[in-house]
């Protein structure tokens, strides 16, 4: 196995940068689905951590994979309701440009 | 680490970190859902690398086939999402360069910081018992979340149903 030359900065580095991109996609997309997949990369970063984590550091015991586990469920989720959402949107404001859609904007 | 093992981490994290950054800049948003694909395989591929088959295989199901079929059908049913024509970004952008690039410094300087902490070697696991001790701890210790996440998963379903149909559409069926 590869692991043992392979430090844990490495993982963390790793899902730093990707938590970044996602936090530039998430601000800057205007559309509401493109927001949806950077808000997919984001929480992808967030489980690699985790897994990086529970196997270096407490390999005796599966928390790390369990937090995942529910992660991904809730991911799951979070795209069937978001484009559940998203759907509606457009079919009432005929736009899913979450900039265009300021109805409740005070 | 011999040469193969390099080039394959090199590989792996290259296809991750350019397909994320495809995922949020390519003007198409067609591509840009394609993109999720060789993401969502690269973390699989890391998933491997820390003997989790397990999550790989759940990756490859849920993220790589479920979540990329659901965005891109989302995204065939809106409109303006292969327009070259139309701005993908809001006034934003360079707000949100700064607002990363500010995010990802302070997490390089808390992981600087913390850098002795974090050179470990990785202890042994079994990676056989690995998916049979999850299930077990699944339905022992961690009963409560799992329940509570399928209650999750049928009150999204049902939300997702409830918000995604047209009562127009059901109301002109009934009539005629």
Request: glycine letters at 8%.
């Given at each position: 196995m590869m692991l043992e030359n392979l430090p844990l900065p490495f993982f963390v580095l790793l899902s730093t940068v990707l938590f970044a991109i996602g936090l530039y996609g998430l601000i800057s997309r205007r559309n509401a689905i493109a927001v949806l997949m950077s808000i997919e990369i984001v929480m992808n970063a967030a489980n690699l951590n985790f897994v990086a984590f529970w196997r270096y550091l407490h390999p005796e015991s599966l928390e790390g994979v369990v937090f995942v586990l529910v992660t991904i469920t809730v991911a799951a989720a979070e795209v069937a309701v978001g484009m559940a959402v998203v759907l509606s949107i457009y079919r009432l404001l005929h736009t899913v440009n979450v900039d265009e859609v300021a109805q409740m904007r005070g | 680490m011999s040469a193969l093992q390099l080039a394959i981490l090199v590989l792996l994290t290259a296809m991750t970190v350019i397909s994320a950054l495809m995922v949020v800049s390519v003007r198409n948003l067609i591509h840009a859902g394609f993109w999720l694909l060789p993401f969502f395989l690269g973390i699989g591929g890391f998933y491997l690398i820390l003997s989790l088959e397990f999550l790989f295989a759940l990756q490859l199901l849920l993220y790589a086939g479920a979540v990329m079929v659901v965005v891109l059908f989302a995204l065939m049913l809106t409109r303006d999402v292969m327009n070259p024509r139309v701005r993908q970004t809001n006034r934003l952008a360079i707000a949100a360069i700064a607002a990363s690039a500010?995010?990802?410094?302070?997490?390089?300087?808390?992981?600087?910081?913390?850098?002795?902490?974090?050179?470990?070697?990785?202890?042994?696991?079994?990676?056989?018992?690995?998916?049979?001790?999850?299930?077990?701890?699944?339905?022992?210790?961690?009963?409560?979340?799992?329940?509570?996440?399928?209650?999750?998963?049928?009150?999204?379903?049902?939300?997702?149903?409830?918000?995604?149909?047209?009562?127009?559409?059901?109301?002109?069926?009934?009539?005629?």
């Open positions: - | 500010s995010m990802m410094g302070f997490l390089l300087i808390v992981i600087y910081r913390q850098m002795g902490a974090l050179t470990v070697v990785p202890g042994q696991v079994d990676a056989e018992a690995i998916t049979r001790e999850l299930g077990r701890m699944l339905l022992t210790d961690y009963v409560l979340p799992f329940e509570l996440t399928s209650a999750l998963l049928l009150s999204a379903m049902l939300g997702a149903i409830f918000l995604a149909r047209n009562p127009k559409v059901e109301l002109e069926e009934m009539e005629g």
